[in-house]
């Protein structure tokens, strides 16, 4: 059964992260992770998943050692800690996928991703991991169709902590 481990990684204190907000309410990020608790729901049942919101805990060696791949979303205001986790996964020998905004403008400028799922996940996701699981995938899969949403499945909200 492959491990998955999806990483969000950290907001650096801008308007976005609302550092001065979270302190006043006692919880560590303003929304959860919500496009890879989406993607999180497109999985599979015989992947085993974890999510984590590097915003709430941070990633733990452990959290390497258990996944046999790394899947993030990120946005740009989140480039430098992108960086810093593929930096990581590349030092553990754990193979990443990106995807998101920042992917999605950028992915030329990314180094060490091993693969991209870009623009809308919806469409392509499945084919991917249809590749991954037959060793043929590719490092660019793009999809710029917008998907009926619709169809687009429930977060998987059982994978966080809703009191973080």
Known sequence: MPNALLVYPEHPPTYWG???ALEVTGIKAAFPPLGLLTVAAMFPPEYDLRV??????????SDLEWADMVFTSTMIVQRVSLQAVVERCNRAGVPVVAGGPHPT?????IEGVDHFVLDEVEEIFPAFLADLESGSAGRIYREPQKPDVSRTPVPRFDLIDPSN
């Open 18 to 20: 609302a550092n001065f």
């Open 52 to 61: 984590v919101d590097m915003n709430v805990n941070p990633l733990d060696d």
């Open 105 to 109: 403008t950028f992915h030329d400028e």
